[in-house]
């Protein structure tokens, strides 16, 4: 079955390293191991040489005999998005819409739909995303209806009541 969302070829993925060569020279940088193969496998196949890429270099073949040593390189994991949201200190309505705290509710109320319209869960429904992706921009679009809620009670409060006319007929008093 045809899948569009899919690349037709099979990437290879890369496992940071730290090499040490028989010369004591230290090498960082990312050695490329075949899909469903590990290091220890690639490392003891029967192949000579091994392919790699340093760090900010092009890619080239190293062979196994001048290897004294191969470390696997403790890399930071990216920051998950789920953390990003529970990171704020506090919750600011202001921030959240990209707002002035003198904005008006006109303004508000654009910022509001314009996030509105790029969070909805309803835009990304047929995307195959992983499942924090979902959950990130499903708890981006409360977060948006949240902060233009507490705005637009807060911002409806502010706008000065309309002055009162002078009543047309007044009864005596009796």
Do not use: C
Request: charged share 25%; net charge positive.
């Amino acid at each position: 079955m045809f899948e569009r969302n899919r690349a037709d070829t099979i990437e290879q993925q890369g496992v940071a390293v730290e090499i040490t060569t028989d010369h004591g020279e230290t090498l960082a940088g990312k050695i490329i191991v075949g899909p469903g193969r590990s290091l220890s496998q690639l490392l003891n196949s029967e192949s000579a040489f091994i392919e790699f890429e340093p760090w900010g270099g092009e890619r080239t073949h190293l062979a196994k005999a001048l290897l004294r040593s191969v470390k696997p390189a403790r890399v930071a994991r990216p920051e998950s998005l789920m953390a990003r949201i529970n990171a704020i200190d506090g919750f600011d309505p202001y921030t959240v819409l990209g707002v002035r705290s003198t904005s008006s509710l006109d303004e508000a109320k654009h910022a509001w739909r314009r996030l509105s319209m790029a969070y909805h869960p309803d835009r990304y429904a047929m995307a195959e995303l992983p499942d924090e992706v979902t959950a990130y921009l499903a708890a981006m679009a409360r977060r948006v209806n949240a902060a233009y809620a507490t705005l637009e009670s807060t911002l409806s409060k502010r706008k000065p009541a309309p002055a009162r006319e002078a009543p047309l007929y007044t009864p005596p008093v009796r």
